[in-house]
């Protein structure tokens, strides 16, 4: 069965900093794409990050460019977003997926091309 479990969220102040944490298990974590979502009160799911699973090579939202950075570990299995110069519009709640790795030669940023989903975990930043 496969679990995704995020951690690392909570309440900062605009210009602050968060990392949150994607613990996978279940299925082969370095074949996979792994991307981090989000969504905010009364919007759509939106895409922030994805990273493949063979070279690491990662892929943003514009939104989020040169703010927040995405890595992983396939030896723990591990999944990061590091965000930086949080901004208000930045809170949402954040999910962590799972998608096949054909992902990253297509729609990477599309919620559907992911098979396997996390609870979710909120990040609010206060102004």
């Known amino acids: 069965q496969v679990q995704l479990v995020e951690s690392g969220g909570g309440l900062v102040q605009a210009g602050g900093s968060l990392r949150l944490s994607c613990a996978a298990s279940?299925?082969?974590?370095?074949?996979?794409?792994m991307g981090w979502f989000r969504r905010a009160p009364g919007n759509e799911r939106e895409f922030v990050a994805a990273?493949?699973?063979?070279?690491?090579?990662?892929y943003y939202a514009d939104s989020v460019k040169g703010r927040f950075t995405i890595s992983r570990d396939n030896v723990e299995n591990t999944v990061y977003l590091q965000m930086n110069s949080l901004k208000p519009e930045d809170t949402a709640v954040y999910y962590c997926a799972a998608g096949p790795s054909s992902v990253m030669f297509t729609h990477k940023d599309a919620s559907r091309n992911y098979d396997h989903w996390g609870q979710g975990t909120q990040v609010t930043v206060s102004s």
């Open positions: 990273i493949s699973g063979s070279d690491g090579s990662p």
């Open positions: 279940g299925l082969t974590f370095s074949s996979r794409v």
